[in-house]
């Protein structure tokens, strides 16, 4: 798997928050924006397999 780059033109005030929030984790901005970015789209997968297996079982 490669890696690529993704350039994101932000808000001073939302950097400063994710500056805070990062710190907080002991973290760098970027891997805390990207650990973000994984944790939302494992959410969305999960809920994704949630959604077929009731479908699949015919649970509402």
Do not use: H, N, P
């Amino acid at each position: 798997m490669g890696t690529s780059v993704l350039s994101l033109r932000i808000d001073g005030e939302l950097l400063e928050r994710l500056r805070d929030r990062a710190a907080k984790r002991g973290m760098s901005v970027q891997d805390y924006v990207i650990r973000t970015l994984i944790r939302d789209d494992f959410d969305e997968r999960f809920q994704a397999a949630v959604d077929e297996t009731e479908k699949f079982y015919g649970v509402t």
